[in-house]
């Protein structure tokens, strides 16, 4: 007994799905184009397998394994994206909300304690605390390279002090204004390191947004909020 005259339609290949190369980003960082690109060749693969089930051999059908896992793979390829376009909308919010938090410091006077102080008008000052009493104190000042551009001795006292430098270098040539580190390196009499800190106040002028993070303006100085160690009217 024969089944019909009709011919069959050789099986089409389905292709398999791939998830790496050439996608770009939107505003919001989330990978449009690789999203549009899936959503197109689902439904192309949709079509396909509606033809192939339609036109397919009745004595040798299409594998379900093969039919199951590539449903598989293309629904795993689109809930990473759905993720990633989740992700990236609570790390807007997060950077709004930190944004919104950081203009609270605006015309507050703070405690910096990463060691920089801003250069302004010819004059940057630091506090630092010895634990205990010096034999020998040495300060230097590095430039926003990382370059020593002062080097002098420092207060043997324990406890706070304060260092104003007139941003001149040891040649008396005036530095430019900017953010400039101060290092402290203190020694008891028998040559021992002593611990020491060092900590700049300033008066927050400008909050900058511009970047991934926002920054607190100090005079010409940018720090993070996690650098701020105390907050005063």
Same mark, same amino acid.
């Given at each position: 007994?024969? #089944?019909? =005259?009709?011919?069959?339609?050789?099986?089409?290949?389905?292709?398999?799905?791939?998830?790496?190369?050439?996608?770009?980003?939107?505003?919001?960082?989330?990978?449009? =184009?690789?999203?549009?690109?899936?959503?197109?060749?689902?439904?192309?693969?949709?079509?396909?397998?509606? @033809?192939?089930?339609?036109?397919? !051999?009745?004595?040798?059908?299409? !594998?379900?394994?093969?039919?199951?896992?590539?449903?598989?793979?293309?629904?795993?390829?689109?809930?990473?994206?759905?993720?990633?376009?989740?992700?990236?909308?609570?790390?807007?919010?997060?950077?709004?909300?930190?944004?919104?938090?950081?203009?609270?410091?605006?015309?507050?006077?703070?405690?910096?304690?990463?060691?920089?102080?801003?250069?302004?008008?010819? @004059?940057?000052?630091?506090?630092?605390?010895?634990?205990?009493?010096?034999?020998?104190?040495?300060?230097?000042?590095?430039?926003?390279?990382?370059?020593?551009?002062?080097?002098?001795?420092?207060?043997?006292?324990?406890? !706070?002090?304060?260092?104003?430098?007139?941003?001149?270098?040891?040649?008396?040539?005036?530095?430019?204004?900017?953010?400039?580190?101060?290092?402290?390196?203190?020694?008891?009499?028998?040559?021992?390191? #002593?611990?020491?800190?060092?900590?700049?106040?300033? @008066?927050?002028?400008? #909050?900058?947004?511009?970047?991934?993070?926002?920054?607190?303006?100090?005079?010409?100085?940018?720090?993070?909020?996690? !650098? #701020?160690?105390?907050? =005063?009217?």
């Amino acid at each position: 007994m024969t #089944i019909g =005259s009709a011919t069959t339609t050789p099986a089409t290949t389905v292709p398999t799905p791939t998830t790496g190369g050439g996608t770009s980003t939107n505003g919001n960082g989330t990978s449009s =184009s690789a999203f549009n690109q899936l959503s197109g060749n689902f439904q192309t693969f949709l079509t396909l397998l509606t @033809t192939q089930l339609k036109n397919q !051999d009745p004595t040798s059908p299409m !594998d379900s394994n093969q039919f199951t896992q590539q449903l598989v793979e293309y629904s795993q390829v689109e809930q990473q994206i759905n993720t990633n376009t989740n992700l990236q909308t609570l790390i807007s919010q997060g950077n709004s909300n930190a944004a919104a938090v950081t203009t609270g410091y605006l015309g507050k006077r703070v405690s910096v304690t990463n060691g920089n102080a801003s250069l302004t008008n010819g @004059t940057a000052t630091w506090t630092y605390n010895l634990g205990t009493a010096a034999a020998s104190t040495s300060l230097s000042v590095t430039n926003a390279a990382g370059t020593v551009v002062y080097s002098g001795p420092g207060s043997v006292n324990a406890g !706070d002090n304060t260092f104003t430098w007139n941003g001149q270098d040891n040649n008396g040539n005036q530095l430019s204004d900017g953010t400039y580190k101060l290092t402290v390196t203190a020694t008891d009499p028998s040559g021992n390191a #002593i611990t020491s800190s060092v900590a700049s106040a300033g @008066t927050v002028g400008q #909050i900058d947004m511009t970047g991934s993070s926002p920054k607190l303006v100090i005079g010409s100085m940018e720090v993070s909020p996690a !650098d #701020i160690a105390a907050v =005063s009217n």
